[in-house]
């Protein structure tokens, strides 16, 4: 019997999703809408209003007067309160947020635990931002003039924003942006992707109750092509936050050329996962790595270790502990507290993993999986946990992101040579080390060309730098470093005597 998500949907009572233009909810202006088919069975779920240009227009202008009218210089307070009660909110309606996940990607229920990916997650991140908003300013400096010079620097709020978000971990990338614009004094015109609306629109109704002033967020929704990119081209969008494909991130730096934007860019990666020979424990190494690339979201999660570097001596058997990972994972319905991951976003993304799974056939020795799942699955974008071993660094399923559940095992034979493998890619997001030896471990994390870098295991904190090196991305959001990035820095100068002058 075929799945079907569409009693949830009732359950939900979901409504149709709209524009939030200067703190009205509305449709677009032509009424056009898109239509959200489910990834894991193809069932309508609903729709939502797409935004033409002139609602991109009347967005930016209602973030423009928010800006202007008080929000860059309202009370601190004021802006810590708001985040502490919007965190809190996220909180109390995390089971609500998960279910609307589930029918907008079809992230299972399931997976709600791990804490990256979880509502709890962002409503940390929130509070986390909520924290900067009274500590961090500019300074006052010695004078290199001498003592009757007044040298200071002055961090003012960046203006406004355009957010726009991918489709795989919302709450968390939702609040990753959101939340240190604001907290800056930055107002946000917000674009959720195409694959991902219900859940972002219900966060925003949340932020709204938490007493959001009219216009300081603004959503528009609808697909990249146009909405997107009336954003990204906008005169009077100071700068843009994008978090998607590397694709997208290099057309948004040409697009943004013309008005000089600042931007901030989240992109993908081929991370490795180096396995040295004293790992501590090569089926856990295994079980992390694999783990990543077929749990929860079927390796559609940017900073998956999708390249397992593996030393020869514990090659079989981390290869061996993989396929076990891969034949335990299970499929369908979301909302089954018994199903660990997910299908393929859409009917596009499944046709591009199909095609890289063929090419690696050529490239490696394909151990397992490989196929579209049928049956009962067949209505959906469902692809088995696929290990190519015995592939060389420079083929192309090592070095491409394929954004799905496909690992690539390259063997190593020494440090040496594990660290030119990592570093050979043109991305650089993340890494993760299995070693027992902790010098090696600081010695090899302090070479690699990337990010973030897990000894031993990985976790997301909501506190610490996260970004890419290389073509990964631009900048780094979370921790102090994210609300700096939505401030410009000011030099302010003054004699303090009339003959200095
Ligand atoms: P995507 O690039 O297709 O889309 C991302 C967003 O950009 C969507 O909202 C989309 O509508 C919008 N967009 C598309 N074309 C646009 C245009 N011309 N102008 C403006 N906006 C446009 O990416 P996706 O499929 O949603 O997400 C997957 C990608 O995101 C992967 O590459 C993944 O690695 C990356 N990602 C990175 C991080 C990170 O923190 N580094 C986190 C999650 C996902």
Redesign the pocket.
Known sequence: MTITVLPHREALGLKAGQLLVGGQWGPGRDGATWTHHHPATSEEIGEFAVATAADVDDAVAAARQAFEGGWARSRAGTRISLLHRYANLLREHADELRALQALDNSVPLSFGGIYATSVGAAADVVDHHAGWVDKIGGETLPAYQGGDHLAMTFREPIGVVAA??????PFL?FA?KVAPALAAGCTVVL??????TFSVLRMVELLVEAGLPDGVLNVVT????P???A??THRDVDKVS????????K??VE?SAGTLKRVSL????KSPAVVFSDAPNVGLAAMTTMGAVTLGLSG????ANTRALVHRDVYDEFIGAAAGIAAAVTYGDPFDPGVLSSPL?NAR?LERVLGYIEQGKSEGRLVTGGERLDGDLANGNFVSPTIFADVDNSATVAQE?I?GPVLAVVPFDDEEEAVRLANDTEYG?GAGLFTADGQRAFRVARRLKAGTIGINGFQIEPHLP???FKQ??LGR?GGRSAFEAYTELKSVLMPLTEELM
């Open positions: 726009i978000l991918p489709w795989n971990a990338l990753q674009k959720p992707s195409e694959y991902a609808g697909p990249g092509d909405v997107g990119e954003l990204i994008f978090t998607g494909s590397r694709a997208v991130g057309h948004i697009a989240e992109l993908g990666g559609q999660a940017c900073v976003v993304q992101e954004f997001l996260f970004g890419g990964s991305g959001e």
